[in-house]
């Protein structure tokens, strides 16, 4: 294997070769941050995806090297995430009891699938599959997502049970335990979530007040959570909250985790390969959003097939960590990146981080309450939720309105599994959709030019014996016989044509479909007396046109240019004009 291919699956060597001091530097304080920031975030990811608090801290390390060594991207955070942890509960949920041994085992299997899904969709450089998810689908599933998580939480808060996996049924359910608010839960849940949201806008102000920064405050005011968990963890503590009722994290083992392959033949994975698929597509489609956005400001640049083995090898190092799906977080690349993160070295101390806080710190999160880690959760996910898509799509394309509203209705309703597999049938049948009803229009000549432009929006030099029409779209199964009862439909408006010439500068494919409808277009034209034409056919379509009898056959000509064609015509009705004036002569 030649070096260049082998730093393409390795970007390590590459980002390596110049890592300096001052790197090392800017890597470091930014992991330092980030660490802070993750530590109450993975246990709250870990907690909202049935898993003991220790399972966060477990998937927050060896995926954070895998990535670093596998991935593209210079400041992408990997890690746990509020969508891919619900998804998660979602989907072993459905074959395991909460807090069960075959639980963690399902999660960790979670992982392992996952990691080798995305990990062969990156070595087959499957990447572009991904695009089939369209954004504001995305979109609209995060939204929805974010709301479930939301009112999830609400039970910690209030310090009652409720379950359900969608919105109606945690609805109902909250409802019928609203009698059993537990009040020291409230007291501590409540004034933990005021707090986190003043703390979101309204301390950055008085730290730059104080003398700091804009960037220091930023950073600083982002350990909110960190403060949350100190001091409420310190009233439960002193006021001996666990005997008034109020959920604590309880004992989580000290120590880093051990390493072994999850149980690959576990009787469920057949269940849980179809929920791998989905979570690997949601994160990686978020992943290398952050990630292009990142890399932009920088001028930089990831490369999503990499990122596919980066992300795949992160998900297998956490199913052998002892952690469960992983994906890059938004929130946490955005610090990372601010922080001034150079490398994806910050991964590697970022791990380091985790791993000391899983050494020395878990004895002091015997006492955290839940309820603030609920409360973390809920203003986290708050920022995910965004139904300004609902508006952008209503007056850009109703379409896609439908497709994003469908995708948000039947997340709410029917749960994130489903929601995922709507989404992703909303975004094909969109694709189809819009493919297969092609624009189509009628062209002239713009006066003076070679250029031919719409009828209906140019002044433009037409030909009644002449019919020049562009397919804006490429020509497929989907859309053959459409354009075929387009051009009949033209035509029987247009008596006077004797020509048509399908302009075809937007035509990047014809398959076997389209060939056939053109192949009859063409016989039935020439059995009315016309003639079809094609003009300025891209070369690789000429290069399949050519390994077919479809020229031989074709009743008319292909031009290198539209003008070509059309002067050509007219000069041939000159021609005969003139011969027919001669022979009366």
């Not at 909202?48 to 596998?70: D, H, R, T």
Request: charge should be negative.
């Amino acid at each position: 294997m030649k070096t260049s291919e082998i730093k393409r699956y390795f970007p390590i060597l590459d980002w390596s070769r110049d890592y300096n001091k001052d790197t090392l530097f800017s890597d470091l304080l930014a992991a330092l941050i980030v660490t802070i920031m993750l530590i109450p975030q993975s246990l709250a990811y870990a907690l909202l995806a049935g898993l003991p608090a220790e399972v966060g801290l477990y998937a927050s390390m060896l995926p954070l090297v895998a990535y670093a060594i596998f991935g593209t991207s210079r400041t992408l955070s990997v890690g746990p995430v509020a969508v891919v942890s619900l998804m998660t509960a979602s989907a072993i949920g459905h074959i395991a009891s909460i807090g069960s041994v075959n639980y963690l085992e399902a999660a960790l299997l979670l992982a392992f699938l996952s990691g080798v899904f995305l990990l062969g969709m990156g070595l087959l450089r499957m990447g572009f599959l991904a695009n089939f998810l369209s954004h504001p689908v995305i979109s609209g599933f995060i939204t929805a997502s974010g709301i479930i998580i939301a009112f999830s939480q609400l039970k910690h808060i209030l310090g009652i049970h409720a379950e359900g996996e969608n919105l109606f049924h945690l609805l109902q359910s909250l409802f019928n335990n609203l009698s059993h608010i537990n009040l020291a839960t409230v007291a501590v849940g409540l004034p933990a979530l005021v707090f986190l949201f003043w703390v979101r806008n309204g301390l950055k102000p008085i730290l730059m007040n104080m003398g700091l920064g804009d960037k220091s405050a930023s950073m600083l005011a982002k350990t909110g959570p960190v403060l949350a968990i100190v001091a409420t963890s310190f009233a439960a503590y002193s006021f001996d909250l666990g005997d008034k009722s109020v959920a604590l994290v309880g004992h989580v083992p000290n120590g880093l985790p051990s390493f072994h392959l999850p149980v690959l033949g576990h009787e469920a994975w057949r269940e849980l390969m179809m929920s791998a698929i989905f979570i690997s597509i949601i994160g990686f489609v978020e992943s290398v959003s952050v990630g292009h956005t990142l890399a932009a400001k920088r001028r930089q640049r990831i490369v999503p097939n990499q990122e596919l083995i980066g992300l795949g090898a992160a998900n297998i190092a956490a199913s052998v960590s002892g952690g469960y799906p992983v994906t890059g977080g938004f929130a946490r690349s955005v610090v990372n990146f601010d922080a001034g993160a150079v490398t994806p070295a910050a991964g590697f101390f970022t791990a380091i981080g985790i791993a000391l806080a899983a050494l020395f710190f878990t004895p002091y999160l015997a006492y955290l309450p839940k309820a603030t880690l609920a409360a973390t959760i809920i203003v986290a996910v708050l920022t995910l939720i965004d139904f300004s898509i609902l508006k952008k799509t209503w007056g850009y394309a109703r379409s896609d309105f439908v497709a994003v509203l469908t995708t948000l209705v039947v997340t709410l309703a029917l749960g994130v599994e489903t929601g995922v597999a709507c989404g992703v049938l909303a975004s094909l049948a969109l694709h189809l959709y819009k493919t297969s009803v092609p624009h189509m229009a009628i062209v002239g000549e713009v006066p003076g030019t070679e250029h031919y432009r719409n009828i209906n929006r140019h002044t433009v030099i037409t030909h009644d014996e002449i019919l020049s029409l562009r397919i804006d779209e490429s020509l497929y199964f989907a859309n053959a016989g459409f354009i075929e009862d387009k051009i009949y439909e033209l035509l029987e408006r247009r008596p006077d044509v004797q020509h048509i010439i399908l302009m075809c500068t937007a035509v990047n494919e014809i398959d076997l479909s389209a060939l056939e409808a053109l192949e009859s277009i063409n016989h039935r034209l020439q059995d009315s007396g016309i003639t079809l034409h094609l003009s300025e056919v891209k070369g690789p379509v000429m290069d399949v046109l050519n390994k077919t009898d479809f020229i031989t056959h074709l009743s008319g000509n292909i031009f290198l240019s539209h003008h070509l064609g059309i002067n050509r015509i007219l000069e041939q009705y000159a021609e005969k004009s003139q011969s027919s004036n001669d022979w009366n002569i």
